[in-house]
């Protein structure tokens, strides 16, 4: 009978795990990485801002880079000019791979059980794994982490046009459209023949099928003269507002964790930058309780301030998810038009409170004054999500 003993096992083959697994491996720990394995790299395509992805591990994976990126609503254009780079994601995870000696259990980890001592890993393949630390990096459905279920999610279908396509720098979004149930295009150049393209909801609790997405892509690329097969390579499902964690016993990592972004849905950025502060606090712990470790670890990605900035954050992407095509067109326009300190620490990973709050008073003050309204009902309307928050009356859950 298979059993192994190691001294943390992480449990997941995404960017989160393995990254905690190099921060753990520098420790000097040993590591067993428990997860199906998927052949010639990650499956989603990468693209995040310069300033997150410089000095990380996987800063050597960057195979594209732009001076900024271009917004389209039916309010007019705005230019981020913000660097970008899209990262190879064959490379991304060789990248990691490489550098680990982790041992690897290639089955899907099904559950935890924590002993006296010792946390045991149990396997679909029937499969044992003791360890001293577990971490769960499994991402949006975690196997030892508990989450209440999201409400609203976000949708995208991409694919890669071979084309000539005129794109000089990525399309963050293109929102223009009618639809009742909006979408937008994201739009990432590869090379001067071809492009990867997404089709996108917004946070949503009633997205279109995917059948939908596909058409509306086609009928998007059609209106603006993109022609060629249209490969589908990629589907996400990236539930949106489920909350913070329960900060239990198996301390959590990436979308495991909770650090999908509210209003983007990203999280990889998050991941790069705290996955030393998290296996850290799991070092400076390694003689405590399981329990003690596991709440110091939850500290070092959710501290107060940072749980209170996510609850804001949630309440002002459910807001945006509730207004009509036309009203989000004119909120997107206003947010992206503010200097670019309040976009990029409302948008960035674990902002603080203050951050958070300042860049939502500056919205407000820039929105159309019939959105004003909006917001202004809305708040007195169900004040509680939004006052705690913002007077710590509770951490944000």
Known sequence: MFNLETDIAI??????????????ERRGRSVA??????????????????????????A??????????????????VALERAYVRLD?????????????????????TGVDLQTDRYVVHTRAGQTIQAHRVIDATGHQPVAVERV????????????LEARHGLDRPLLMDFRGEDEVPTFLYALPLDADRVFVEETTLISEHPPPSAELESRLRARLARMG?????LVNERCRIPMDAGLPDFGVVPGFGAAGGLVHPATGYQLAAALNLAGPFVAALDATWDQSAEDAAQAMWTAIWPTSARRAHALQTWGARFVADLGRSDQAAFLSSFLALPRRHVDAYLGPQASVGSVAGTMLRAFAALPFHLQRSVTRRALTRPTPLVRPLLGLQEAT
């Open 60 to 77: 050597p994976a960057v195979s594209g880079h732009w001076d900024g990126v271009d917004v389209h609503t039916d309010e007019g254009t």
């Open 149 to 160: 279920p999201a409400r609203r999610v976000q949708l995208a279908l991409g694919a890669t």
């Open 226 to 230: 993109w022609t060629g097969p249209l």
């Open 11 to 24: 449990l997941g083959t995404g960017p989160a795990a393995l990254l905690c697994a190099l921060e753990a």
């Open 89 to 109: 994601s064959t490379s991304a995870a060789a990248l990691l791979w490489g550098q680990l000696a982790a041992r690897v259990v290639d089955a899907f980890a």
């Open 33 to 58: 990485v428990v997860g199906p394995v998927r052949p010639g790299g990650f499956v989603p395509t990468y693209g995040l801002f310069h300033d997150q992805v410089v000095g990380t591990p996987l």
